[in-house]
């Protein structure tokens, strides 16, 4: 690794990676109309992270299903970004699913 020293404490996204967690949050924000949701991400990680797949499970009345999703969203330290909408089929009755993430580190260019 090169550059400069990273503050005593800081987790890298190699070692979240390793110890079996993710380096980024996502959170969810209403469509209007109760058309869906949008799911973002942000990075909390100091390495640059590209989030490459997503997967629906436990689907109940969503739109498209069940699946998985192959995305390349790249993110660098501290920024947020869209991954996925997630509508309903029914628009008036609820809607439930689980997600799960593949992601990777982008490498860092030689100095």
Do not use: K
């Not at 209007?32 to 997503?54: E, L």
């Not at 739109?63 to 390349?72: P, Q, R």
């Not at 439930?96 to 990777?104: C, G, P």
């Amino acid at each position: 690794m090169t550059g400069a020293p990273l503050p005593h404490g800081t987790l890298l996204a190699q070692d979240v990676l390793e110890a079996g967690g993710q380096p980024f949050e996502t959170w969810t924000a209403a469509l209007p109309y109760r058309r869906g949701v949008v799911i973002w991400a942000r990075n909390t990680s100091p390495d640059t992270v590209v989030i490459t797949q997503v997967q629906v499970t436990h689907c109940l009345n969503i739109g498209a299903g069940c699946g998985v999703t192959h995305l390349n969203v790249a993110l660098n330290p501290g920024d947020s970004g869209r991954t996925i909408t997630i509508r309903p089929r029914l628009w008036d009755d609820r809607y439930v699913y689980q997600l799960s993430w593949q992601w990777t580190i982008a490498e860092r260019p030689s100095p």
